[in-house]
């Protein structure tokens, strides 16, 4: 004979126990769910980082991920798996948040540069440095030509994008992150331009 206590008992266990098993199911599949779009989004980021390095680097037939002092950067390497130069990904703050470039470097010049995100940066303003017309002038260029500030954009005869010089300046110093990562690897870099000043006045963050 059931009790009144063990009946009550019986009818929340008919109640909880289904939903526990479902409970544990929902689990199980948002867990799956989860690692499958986990494991799709990083092949889609994988792609986007190859097609951003062909970008920069159309010539290379293949990159190898590099590592040193925990900094990462990418060995481009032609058919034949000969080393023709060095991809270094960089972020530095512009107006609104981060500006991130592949720097591409062959022999102490910089080979190519493209812009990979910037998605804070002022409409119409900052978001012009990643414009492949304005980004073409700092080609062929050696860190020492590489302005730092926003008197030296003149006197290095580089336009900075108009109303949006910290976004500019942003863009120059990756291009000196990537010149850092490349002393590392042996190259010789002038130590006195690693070492100058890159940051912005506060004027200079005024973008009008």
Do not use: H
């Amino acid at each position: 004979m059931v009790t009144e206590k063990g009946g009550q008992m019986l009818r929340f266990f008919k109640i909880v126990y289904p939903l526990v098993i479902i409970g544990v199911g929902v689990g199980f599949l948002l867990s799956f769910t989860y690692q499958s779009l986990e494991k799709r989004l990083l092949e889609a980021q994988n792609r986007e980082e190859v097609l951003a390095l062909k970008l920069v680097f159309p010539e290379a037939n293949d990159f190898k991920k590099q590592q040193i002092e925990n900094e990462n950067y990418y060995e481009a390497v032609d058919k034949d798996g000969n080393t023709i130069g060095y991809v270094f990904k960089s972020a530095n703050i512009g107006y609104g948040g981060p500006v991130e470039a592949l720097v591409a470097i062959t022999n102490g010049f910089v080979a190519n540069i493209v812009v990979t995100s910037m998605a804070k940066e002022t409409p119409g303003l900052g978001s012009k440095v990643a414009d492949k017309i304005w980004l073409k002038q700092f080609l062929n260029k050696k860190i020492n030509q590489i302005p730092l500030s926003k008197a030296e954009f003149k006197e290095k005869g580089i336009d900075a994008v108009s109303g949006a010089t910290f976004s500019s300046l942003a863009i120059c110093r990756d291009i000196l992150d990537a010149f850092k990562t490349y002393k590392k690897l042996g190259f010789i870099v002038d130590e006195q331009d690693i070492d100058a000043a890159t940051t912005a006045t506060k004027e200079e963050k005024n973008e009008n």
